[in-house]
């Protein structure tokens, strides 16, 4: 099985400003994957990693707001841009092989 | 579109209780069904599986049979442990609506709490 490291795991944030959370993946994966749990909500997905192009974003999400860089097999990483406090929320990060799904731990967003 | 509804939590049991938290489901194709589990500190971990109708996957105790026809698949345990505290989240994945992409939509997660 793979294991997924997030950093960082929490952080507080001004609005206005950024943050990017990295993933790295301890083995080669097929897919790559970013979602988001807002308080009280399932886990939405904002977008496939794509290595070496352009990500795929699920409808609500765009490459301006949420920009994403997979440049190999094993690491990926999610900027949230131009932060508000409704981008307070969980992003995790996931990977798949031929078999299964794995997540990271979570990075935990308050923006103030 | 694809959707999965989840009981509402949070649930809060005593040892050795029974538990089943429900899940229904909506897709387009013929969805593979998923139990996940984040204990508390942790990332997701998959708890079971079922890729086809009438599929029971278990681990750990845990059960789930995929029903078709209710478009179901409740997660059920015979005697809990304060070790099952976790939230756990059923979803789904449907090759039909996202080709090989295999993404997951997820239930919004019950929040189990077992009692000593």
């Known amino acids: 099985s793979a294991v997924i490291s997030q950093k960082p795991s929490r952080d507080i944030c001004q609005r206005g400003t950024s943050l990017t959370i990295q993933c790295q993946v301890d083995?080669?994966?097929?897919?790559m994957f970013w979602y988001r749990q807002q308080p009280g909500q399932s886990l939405t997905l904002i977008a496939t990693?794509?290595?070496?192009?352009?990500?795929?974003?699920e409808s609500g999400f765009v490459i301006d707001k949420f920009p994403i860089s997979r440049p190999n097999l094993t690491f990926s990483t999610l900027t949230v841009s131009n932060m508000s406090p409704e981008d307070s929320s969980i992003y995790l990060c996931s990977a798949r092989d031929l078999t299964r799904a794995f997540f990271g731990q979570g990075t935990r967003l308050t923006v103030v | 579109g694809n959707s999965v509804t989840q009981m509402e939590g949070p649930v809060t049991l005593s040892e050795e209780a029974f538990l089943t938290i429900n899940c229904t489901y909506t897709a387009t194709g013929y969805p593979s069904l998923f139990w996940y589990v984040q204990y508390p500190g942790e990332g997701l971990q998959l708890l079971l599986k079922?890729?086809?109708?009438?599929d029971k996957g278990s681990n750990k105790g845990f059960e789930a049979t995929y029903r078709k026809e209710t478009t179901s698949f409740h997660l059920e345990k015979g005697s809990v442990q304060v070790s099952d505290s976790a939230v756990y989240f059923c979803a789904l994945s449907d090759p039909e609506s996202g080709g090989s992409n295999y993404k997951l939509t997820f239930g919004k997660g019950t929040l189990l709490t077992v009692n000593p």
């Open positions: 083995s080669q994966v097929t897919m």
């Open positions: 990693a794509n290595q070496g192009s352009e990500a795929t974003y």
């Open positions: 079922a890729t086809k109708a009438d």
